[in-house]
Nanobody, 123 residues
Framework: QVQLVESGGGLVQAGSSLRLSCAPS????????MAWFRQAPGKEREFVAA????????DYAGSVKDRFTISRGNAKNTVYLQMNSLKPEDTASYYC????????????????WGQGTRVTVSS
């Protein structure tokens, strides 16, 4: 019953930045841990970043650490993914996910998913 909508994807040049947003539907949103996953063509979906319900704890995949930042906003518990120094290998569809339990790095840890937003990084 929880719906998530991602936005902010697009086509950019290597070295550029993008900010993805994940907005829950409706006004009510409980203590959900949130995460971002991505899936490139022909590849398995992989963990990118996660944040606790309070925003006090975060986790990042080694491939994006020091380049990406996950954060929570105040408007409808919107979650953001700031992506800097983008590389062609970052090209993928990015998915927002939520869980009522503690965050993890596995797809199985999350109950709700957004439709995805495409990010394409050209060289």
């Amino acid at each position: 019953q929880v719906q998530l909508v991602e936005s902010g994807g697009g086509l950019v040049q290597a070295g550029s930045s993008l900010r993805l947003s994940c907005a829950p539907s409706g006004r009510t949103f409980s203590r959900y841990a949130m995460a971002w996953f991505r899936q490139a063509p022909g590849k398995e979906r992989e963990f990118v970043a996660a944040i606790s319900w309070s925003g006090g704890s975060t986790d990042y995949a080694g491939s994006v650490k020091d380049r990406f930042t996950i954060s929570r906003g105040n408007a409808k518990n919107t979650v953001y993914l700031q992506m800097n120094s983008l590389k062609p290998e970052d090209t993928a569809s990015y998915y927002c996910a939520a869980t009522e339990t503690s965050f993890g790095r596995s797809e199985r840890d999350y109950e709700y998913w957004g439709q995805g937003t495409r990010v394409t990084v050209s060289s």
